[in-house]
């Protein structure tokens, strides 16, 4: 049996999700990549179907012309009540960067971001740590 920690990443831009598995990967994470919010949707709908549930999602805040991380989140927790989820985005002076917790998510990763802070952000998160305040 495989108990890996599973990580959903969604994000429109290539580099950042080759860059994201990469980096989960190295930390041991088992990792699953989506480039919109409605793929992320189906891939975690599966998961939950096959009765390996993803662990953690981390999602892009703007996905131009798809469905964005601040949407799909919402859809996300209609299907499941708490999916542990980390907003993402290079727009700092977002609503939802700021107040995370109001708009679904667990933490916040400012794009771009280094190995060390995407593991602190994540480690916090799987233990239940409020990480909404940027920078923490």
């Not at 989960?24 to 992320?40: I, N, Q, W």
């Not at 985005?89 to 400012?110: K, L, T, W």
């Amino acid at each position: 049996m495989n108990d890996k920690i599973r990580v959903l990443v969604m994000d429109d831009e290539d580099l950042i999700r080759d860059l994201a598995r990469e980096m989960l990967t190295l930390m041991g994470y088992e990792v699953a990549l989506a480039s919109t919010g409605e793929e992320a949707i189906d891939l975690y709908r599966q998961a939950g179907e096959q009765g390996r549930p993803y662990d953690l999602v981390i999602m892009d805040l703007n996905v131009p012309g798809s469905l964005g991380g601040k949407d799909a989140i919402l859809r996300l927790r209609k299907m499941n009540s708490d999916p542990k989820a980390v907003v993402s985005s290079g727009y700092s002076n977002d609503p939802v960067m700021s107040n995370c917790r109001a708009y679904g998510f667990d933490a916040v990763i400012p794009k771009p971001y280094k190995m060390q802070e995407l593991k602190e952000v994540i480690t916090k998160v799987l233990r239940g740590v409020e990480t909404c305040i940027q920078g923490t």
